[in-house]
C-alpha cells in the first residue's frame, strides 16, 4: 500500500510556478496528493532549479474528482400533516479511530444508537446516519450532480419533485482536503420510502421526523457536519421566519434556486 508521504524527491523534477497545482502521489484507494505552490503556503522545499526553499500548500483530493459535491435533504409529507426526511446508514472506517476507549481517554461522549419514536438504530462502530450525497463527476453540474447521488443513494427513479438547492458552495476550512459541499431540500411524493437500496452498496433508508432529526444532532447520535449538520441548518435557514430577509435577497441575487415540479428520471 503507497505511504502518502512527501519527500525531497518529490520536488527534485518540479519546477516552482506560483499558483500552479500539482499532483504528485495517489494512494491505494482514491486519495491523491496534491501541491499548491504558493507565495501564502505554509510549508516549504526546494524545488528542480532552485537552491533555496519555496512555499508550497499540500492538500489532498479524491482521484478524478472536481472537488464539488453535497448533500440532499429528502423529505414527503405524511398523511398526519408531518414531514418525514429520508437518510441512509452508512459505514464509514474513519470512525473506527474515534472508539469508545478513545472516547474515554479524551472524556467525551460518543453515542451510537439513534434514539426514534418507534425504536433505535444501532450504529456500532463505524455506522453514520447521513442524507443523500457524494462528489459529483467530472460531466455535471451542481444541481443534476445532487440530484444523481440523492437518487441512487434512495433507490429512487422517474418522480416529480419540488428542489430547493444553493449554488454557493460551503468549505471544510482548516483541513487539507479539496473539497466544496452544495446543499439542497427536496420534496418528493408521499410514499413509502424506507428500504434497503441494493445499487449503491447496500444502504438502508430510514424516514425520521424533523424532532427526531433535532434530537439526536443534540444528544450526538447522528453527527456527521459534512453530510449533515450543514444541510440541515441549510434546511432550517429556509423555515426559518427571523431569517426570512437573508433568504429572500439571496434569492434575487440567485444564489438559493427554487424548481417546482422537477420530473427525475434515471
Same mark, same amino acid.
Given at each position: 500500500?503507497?505511504?502518502?508521504?512527501?519527500?525531497?524527491?518529490?520536488?527534485?523534477?518540479?519546477?516552482?510556478?506560483?499558483?500552479?497545482?500539482?499532483?504528485?502521489?495517489?494512494?491505494?484507494?482514491?486519495?491523491?496528493?496534491?501541491?499548491?505552490?504558493?507565495?501564502?503556503?505554509?510549508?516549504? !522545499?526546494?524545488?528542480?532549479?532552485?537552491?533555496?526553499?519555496?512555499?508550497?500548500?499540500?492538500?489532498?483530493?479524491?482521484?478524478? #474528482?472536481? @472537488?464539488?459535491?453535497?448533500?440532499?435533504?429528502?423529505?414527503?409529507?405524511?398523511?398526519?400533516?408531518?414531514?418525514?426526511?429520508?437518510?441512509?446508514?452508512?459505514?464509514?472506517? %474513519?470512525?473506527?479511530? +474515534?472508539?469508545?476507549?478513545?472516547?474515554?481517554?479524551?472524556? +467525551?461522549?460518543?453515542?451510537?444508537?439513534?434514539?426514534?419514536?418507534? @425504536?433505535?438504530?444501532?450504529? #456500532?462502530?463505524?455506522?453514520?446516519?447521513?442524507?443523500?450525497?457524494?462528489?459529483?463527476?467530472?460531466?455535471?453540474?451542481?444541481?443534476?450532480?445532487?440530484?444523481?447521488?440523492?437518487?441512487?443513494?434512495?433507490?429512487?427513479?422517474?418522480?416529480?419533485?419540488?428542489?430547493?438547492? #444553493?449554488?454557493? %458552495?460551503?468549505?471544510?476550512?482548516?483541513?487539507?482536503?479539496?473539497?466544496?459541499?452544495?446543499?439542497?431540500?427536496?420534496?418528493?411524493?408521499?410514499?413509502?420510502?424506507?428500504?434497503?437500496?441494493?445499487?449503491?452498496?447496500?444502504?438502508?433508508?430510514? !424516514?425520521?421526523?424533523?424532532?427526531?432529526?433535532?434530537?439526536?444532532?443534540?444528544?450526538?447520535?447522528? #453527527?456527521?457536519?459534512?453530510?449533515?449538520?450543514? !444541510?440541515?441548518?441549510? +434546511?432550517?435557514?429556509?423555515?426559518?421566519?427571523?431569517?426570512?430577509?437573508?433568504?429572500?435577497?439571496?434569492?434575487?441575487?440567485?444564489?438559493?434556486?427554487?424548481?417546482?415540479?422537477?420530473?427525475?428520471?434515471?
Amino acid at each position: 500500500m503507497a505511504i502518502l508521504k512527501l519527500e525531497p524527491g518529490h520536488f527534485q523534477n518540479l519546477e516552482y510556478w506560483p499558483g500552479e497545482m500539482v499532483s504528485v502521489m495517489e494512494s491505494a484507494y482514491r486519495f491523491e496528493v496534491s501541491i499548491g505552490m504558493s507565495p501564502m503556503g505554509r510549508q516549504r !522545499a526546494v524545488f528542480a532549479g532552485s537552491a533555496d526553499p519555496q512555499p508550497y500548500f499540500e492538500f489532498v483530493q479524491t482521484i478524478g #474528482s472536481t @472537488g464539488l459535491g453535497g448533500s440532499m435533504v429528502p423529505y414527503f409529507v405524511e398523511h398526519d400533516g408531518r414531514r418525514r426526511f429520508l437518510m441512509i446508514l452508512e459505514q464509514r472506517g %474513519p470512525l473506527l479511530f +474515534y472508539s469508545d476507549e478513545h472516547a474515554r481517554t479524551f472524556d +467525551y461522549v460518543r453515542p451510537r444508537r439513534v434514539e426514534l419514536e418507534r @425504536g433505535v438504530i444501532d450504529l #456500532s462502530e463505524a455506522g453514520s446516519l447521513e442524507f443523500p450525497g457524494g462528489g459529483f463527476r467530472r460531466d455535471e453540474g451542481i444541481r443534476s450532480g445532487k440530484l444523481r447521488e440523492a437518487f441512487e443513494e434512495l433507490g429512487i427513479s422517474d418522480v416529480v419533485v419540488d428542489l430547493t438547492w #444553493s449554488k454557493t %458552495p460551503v468549505y471544510p476550512m482548516g483541513s487539507d482536503m479539496v473539497a466544496a459541499n452544495f446543499c439542497g431540500v427536496m420534496r418528493l411524493p408521499d410514499g413509502d420510502y424506507e428500504r434497503f437500496v441494493h445499487n449503491d452498496g447496500g444502504l438502508q433508508v430510514y !424516514a425520521l421526523t424533523e424532532a427526531e432529526i433535532d434530537h439526536n444532532i443534540a444528544i450526538g447520535a447522528i #453527527s456527521s457536519g459534512q453530510a449533515v449538520i450543514t !444541510a440541515w441548518n441549510f +434546511y432550517k435557514m429556509l423555515n426559518d421566519p427571523l431569517r426570512e430577509p437573508p433568504v429572500t435577497e439571496a434569492r434575487k441575487r440567485g444564489c438559493i434556486i427554487d424548481e417546482v415540479r422537477v420530473h427525475v428520471v434515471p
